[in-house]
């Protein structure tokens, strides 16, 4: 039986001691000091687990560039694949919690297709300085790197990105980023949803979030359903491929579904027995992808 999302965040956070701690105080805080529970919240929503250093010190393949860019009060770092300097450029990006090794099964199959993989790794994330993110941060991201390497001569031919990245993914590219090809892996259709999976897993009140989602919208100056397929989807130009996981349990084979209706002639993928992650090394999935940003 495939287990839910809410049963598979639950189970994660609730293993850390620290974590239930925390909700323990955010409870006691909703009732004494609710704006500090709103605070809290909204903060350990931003933190993306698991923890950064985790994967911080993981050593990386040889021959890669890599660089670190100052971006926002954080920073973001770039893996650069060292073959077909000239040649145009499939940029890759990882999902929330999740890191640049991640996406080296895929930047290696497009390698052999004469593209130059270039791995972003977003604010709090790995290498990358900071504690705390965002999705609209992972857009400007995207757009930030893209714009650079624009700048430096490079043209963008693939844009991959996986989960939450690929939900910032197709924002950016809605917003008229200069790529050819989009590729979205198990894209989340809507972040509300996880505003609301947040407050279920922290036993949080409604009140709680949508206070916290309120205050998260004001700070970017976006509203969370700009981000959505609907709002999304039409105003996306490049051919697209969305890849999905029919048991996925962090996002829903129907959100994938979601943006295949929503962009026109996109095509959708959908595997079986991959779950969430491992669509990001299968073979069949990885040389799907390689051949569609050829």
């Not at 006691?28 to 704006?35: D, F, G, T």
């Not at 919208?217 to 029919?246: C, K, N, W, Y």
């Amino acid at each position: 039986m495939t287990r839910t999302t809410l049963e598979v965040t639950s189970d994660y956070y609730q293993a850390s001691p620290g974590i239930r701690l925390f909700r323990l105080a955010l409870g006691a805080s909703e009732k004494l000091w609710p704006a500090l529970a709103v605070r809290a919240a909204a903060r350990l929503f931003g933190t993306p687990l698991p923890p950064k250093w985790l994967n911080r010190r993981v050593s990386w393949e040889p021959g890669w560039r890599i660089e670190r860019w100052p971006f926002e009060d954080a920073e973001v770092t770039v893996y650069s694949m060292p073959v077909a300097p000239h040649g145009p450029v499939a940029l890759l990006v990882h999902g929330w919690g999740g890191h640049a090794r991640q996406m080296l099964p895929l930047a290696e199959s497009l390698a052999q297709q004469g593209l130059r993989p270039v791995i972003v790794e977003m604010p709090a994330h790995g290498r990358s300085a900071g504690s705390v993110s965002n999705l609209p941060q992972f857009a400007r991201a995207i757009e930030y790197v893209a714009g650079r390497l624009q700048q430096e001569g490079h043209v963008l031919r693939l844009l991959a990105a996986h989960s939450l990245g690929a939900n910032a993914a197709a924002f950016a590219a809605s917003r008229g980023l200069p790529v050819e090809r989009l590729v979205l892996l198990a894209p989340p259709a809507s972040p509300r949803e996880y505003t609301r999976l947040f407050a279920r897993v922290f036993g949080l009140s409604e009140s709680t979030r949508l206070a916290m989602q309120k205050r998260f919208e004001a700070r970017e100056g976006i509203l969370m359903p700009q981000f959505e397929p609907a709002a999304v989807g039409s105003r996306i130009r490049v051919p697209t491929l969305v890849v999905h996981d029919r048991a996925d349990s962090i996002n829903r084979y129907e959100d994938g579904q979601a943006f295949a209706h929503a962009i026109r002639g996109a095509q959708l993928l959908g595997t079986e027995g991959l779950g969430h992650r491992k669509i990001l090394k299968d073979p069949h999935v990885v040389g799907k992808v390689a051949l569609f940003g050829r």
